[in-house]
T-cell receptor
């Protein structure tokens, strides 16, 4: 079983719709969770971090965490073509430095 | 404030040659990480360094790979006697403190012929 699993996609949504990206992880002791956006050929860019169960909102982005189900999700409201990218879920190992375990990413395509 | 700078952007090597990848962290950042991204795979942690010290190299292959972060100058990831399987994107990230979020560089795409 992979440590961090994501559906590779592509996930296709029309402009203005809500995009829902999901991620599951295997280490029940994990405490810190991150969503990165990566455009093709570019560096990963942190867009959300979440540490507690529940929802965390930042603009059009909402991260959701359910530690009991070992599940993290990212919702993107009012999706724009510029949101088309690969979204990487990352889970921090341990409680020390930023040793992150990444999923393989979900490719999101937002059509005009 | 310049971001994390990596060079070269693209590096082509023949099998058996050495590859040197450089990373200059953001100003004020003394913590550097190297991650590798193989085709169709997620980013994999390789090594974590602070100035002059390797803190965790558990993700780095035991042979041919080494990393350093000297007191002066960039962090260097060195791959000796490269093989085709080393072809990947190598990303450097930095942070101001061990628990702070990572800022990634644009990566070095290594191609081994």
């Amino acid at each position: 079983q992979k440590e961090v699993e994501q559906n590779s996609g592509p996930l296709s949504v029309p402009e203005g719709a809500i995009a829902s990206l999901n991620c599951t992880y295997s280490d029940r002791g994990s405490q810190s969770f991150f969503w990165y956006r990566q455009y093709s050929g570019k560096s990963p860019e942190l867009i959300m971090s979440i540490y507690s169960n529940g929802d965390k909102e930042d603009g059009r982005f909402t991260a959701q965490l359910n530690k009991a189900s070992q599940y993290v999700s990212l919702l993107i409201r009012d999706s724009q073509p510029s949101d088309s990218a690969t979204y990487l879920c990352a889970v921090k190992q341990g409680t020390g430095f930023q040793k992150l375990v990444f999923g393989t990413g979900t490719r999101l395509l937002v059509s005009p | 404030n310049a971001g994390v700078m990596q060079n070269p952007r693209h590096l082509v090597r023949r099998r058996g040659q050495e590859a040197r990848l450089r990373c200059s962290p953001m100003k004020g950042h003394s913590h550097v990480y190297w991650y590798r991204q193989l085709p169709e795979e997620g980013l994999k942690f390789m090594v974590y360094l602070q100035k002059e010290n390797i803190i965790d190299e558990s993700g780095m292959p035991k042979e041919r790979f080494s990393a350093e972060f000297p007191k002066e100058g960039p962090s260097i990831l060195r791959i000796q006697q490269v093989v085709r399987g080393d072809s990947a994107a190598y990303f450097c990230a930095s942070s101001p403190d061990r628990n702070e979020k990572l800022f990634f560089g644009s990566g070095t795409q290594l191609s081994v012929l």
